[in-house]
C-alpha cells in the first residue's frame, strides 16, 4: 500500500513539472493597436452666435361673434387655409331683416316729417312777404289819408263837417289796417320759428333714424362671419344650432407664412451683430443683411434660413440682455413647416475665424476631467491631450485651444488607445 502511494506522488510531480516547462502558458504581450490619424483641418470659418428661441404666429386673430343669433352653417374644415374674407359661419339672419325693414319705416316716417316742416316753413315765410306787401301798402294808405285829412282840415269853414270826419276816419283806418297787417305778419313770422323748430327735431329724427337703419344693415352684414385675416384655421369652437351672444369666441386664424423666432442676446453680441453688418458711420443699421438660421428639435443642421427684422431699441438691465427677432418664409411647397409656439435653436453670423482649427468630432473623448483627444507623439506612442471645444460644423468640431495644427490626431480605434502606450497609426 505504501509502495503504490508512493508511485502516485511520483507520477504527480512529473505531470506538474511537464506542466510548467509548456511553452504555450509563457507570458505574451498584447499587440500594438492599429489607430487611423488625421492632421488637424485649418480654415477660415465663420462665427456664429447661438442661442435658444420660441416661434411666435405674424397674425394670429381669435374670431368672434359681432351679434346675437343662432349659428346656422359652418363653412370650412378645420385646418385648411383660408383667404381672408372668406365665410366661416352663418347666423339665421331673419330677424335681422325684419330689424332693418322697421328702421327703414322710421327713416321714411322721419322724412316725411321732415319733408312736412319745410313745407310749413316755405308757408309761413310766403305769409310773411304778403304781410310785409299789406304793411307797405297800409304805410302808402296812412301817408295818403294823412295828407288829405291834413288839406281838409286846413279848409276848415271852407267844407263841411263830414268832409273832415270823412277824412279822420280814412286815415285811422288805414292805421288800424297797418296795426292788423303788423299783427299778421308778427303770427307769421312766428309760425316760421315754429316751423324751423319742427324742421330741427324732424332733421335730428331723420339723422338718428338713418343711423340705426345703418346699424341694423351691418348687424345683417354680420350675420356672416367672415376671415379677419388668411390663415389656417382651427377647429370650430362652437357647433351648428348653438345660440350665441355678442363677443362669443368662434374659431381661430393663424398666419405661418412667414413666421416669427424671438430671442436674447448678450450685450456683447449685440455689439458683434452690429459690427458685422459693416454699416458706414451715420447709416441706419440694415436688420435684413444679417442672416439667422433655425433648428427644431430633432434636426440635423439649421435647415430654416431668415433674416433678423427686429432690435430692441433697449437693453433689459435687469438681465443684461437685449431682445431680437427674426422672420423666416414658411411654405409648404418649400419643405417642412415651422408651427407657432415651438421652441428652437437660432444661429447668427457674426464674423469670421480665419484660422480655425478643426477635427471630425469623433475623435473627442470625455470623462470627468472634461474633453481630451489622444495624439499620436514620440516613439509612437499616445498623448493624451485635454482640450476646449468650439462650435460644431457638420461632423466637425473646432477646438479652441489645447491642439496643435502639426498635431497627428487618433480618429478610429480610440477605445484600444492607453496614455503613454504604443500605436500602429495608419
Partial sequence: MLRSNSIFAVLLCLMILQLGCNPESAYRAPP???????????KTIPIYLEENGQTEAVEQAIVQSRVKGIVEKIEFEPFQRVEQGTLL????????????QSAQATVAAAEAAKDSAEVAIGVAES???????????ANARINVTKAERERIENLRGAVSQSEIDTAVAANEEAKAALNGAEADKTRAEKAVDVNKAKLTSAAADLQKAEADLATKKLDLERTKVLAPISGRINKPMVKRGN???????????IKND???????????????????????PGEELDLSSIKVMLQRDGDVGYPFTGRLDYLEPKMDAATGTMKMRA???????????????????????????VNAIMIPERAVSRDQLGSFIFVVGDEGKAVRKNVKLGTKRDSMVV??????????????????VRAGAKVDPS
Fill in 258 to 280: 412667414p413666421i416669427w423666432a424671438n430671442f436674447s442676446v448678450s450685450s456683447r453680441f449685440v455689439l458683434e451683430i452690429e459690427k458685422s453688418s459693416k454699416r458706414q
Fill in 399 to 416: 477646438i479652441e485651444s489645447g491642439l496643435d495644427a502639426n498635431d497627428s490626431v487618433i480618429v478610429d480605434g480610440i477605445q484600444r
Fill in 89 to 100: 359661419f352663418q347666423i339665421e339672419e331673419e330677424e335681422f331683416l325684419i330689424a332693418v
Fill in 243 to 253: 345660440l350665441m351672444e355678442k363677443g362669443t369666441p368662434l374659431v381661430e386664424i
Fill in 32 to 42: 500594438t493597436p492599429k489607430v487611423s490619424v488625421a492632421q488637424p483641418v485649418v
Fill in 127 to 137: 305769409e310773411v312777404s304778403i304781410k310785409n306787401a299789406a304793411i307797405a301798402m
Fill in 327 to 353: 422672420v423666416f418664409d414658411n411654405q409648404v411647397d418649400n419643405g417642412p413647416l415651422l408651427y407657432a409656439g415651438l421652441f428652437v435653436r437660432v444661429r447668427v453670423e457674426i464674423g469670421e475665424d
